[in-house]
């Protein structure tokens, strides 16, 4: 009996011990598994700064807690990075002074596609810049089609310049994101048709939360754009279903009555916006981005405001 008793025990306390074991070890699993899943990274855009010289720009979104930035390379509106006079050296030792972990992206100089003529220079240059640089990301849009030009027109001609730009991304290994800024990218059909002008896997989207909300407002409400969209409009949260497998970057702006505002103040639902990426798996950058109109003190108010609302819900 005594040593019945004595088995039983045993075999209660080994049973016990490889619970407590598989249960340590799952812990340490799901830690791991935590540490090692991509996370969304918490981007700001250098435009909300533009009214100050770069380096003072980057100082105030990092102040804000961001750890990664995007810039432009559309002076004079922009003019954080100038092609042909810039060094991307210095960008890249600028942004490992301030304690960024990385630069994700560069909008690019001629950045119209379709509309301009200069565009296949402009974008080809501007990826060279960025690789130099270190910048995964060059965003570029279509842009207005030409007066008279057909759809299809448009399309192949834009399809025939995408391919000169794409075979130098590829070279240089920079995604193209294209950011809905035209005729054509601000419709879920527009955006599709975009997408299938090449079979590049360095072609994808930079998509701007209020750029295509503005796509539903009615002619003549400030904001509204003043020419055709091809296909139907749909708010922010429609458009972003049909395409977000293709979405690598995701620029956090929000507007109110055609203005940009802080994130959260306008009428862009990032809720519904947030939970469609995760859905669609996105690893990629959420980046805060406003026109830059505000003044300095508001556009930090901006930022702070932003990088506690995006590190909470991402």
Known sequence: ?????????????????????????????????????????????????????????????????????ETQAVGPWCPHVTLGKDDPAELARQA???????????????????????????????IRWAKAAGIPMVFCGDGRKPNGMTDEDALKLMGDRLAQILEVAAANQI?????????FSLTAEGLKRIMGLSDSPWLKINYDSANVHKAIYPKGQPGAYGWELYGTRRNEVETLAAVADRVVNFHAKDVKNGATVGVTEGEVDFPACFRILRQHGFTGVVALETEGDQSVEESQRIADAAYRYLASCL
């Open 1 to 69: 009996m005594k040593q019945s008793m004595q088995s039983d025990w045993t075999t209660r306390r080994e049973f016990l011990a490889g619970v407590a074991g598989t249960l340590a070890v799952n812990a340490v699993s799901r830690a791991t598994a935590a540490e090692e899943e991509p996370k969304i990274k918490i981007g700001c855009g250098s435009v909300v700064f533009r009214k100050l010289p770069r380096l003072e720009a980057l100082r105030r979104i990092r102040q804000a807690g961001f750890e990664y930035f």
């Open 96 to 126: 490992k002074e301030l304690g960024f972990k990385g630069i994700t992206g560069l909008w690019s100089w001629h950045g119209a596609v379709l509309a301009d003529p200069q565009s296949v220079n402009g974008v080809t240059e501007t």
């Open 175 to 183: 995604t193209l994101g294209i950011e809905p800024h035209g005729s």
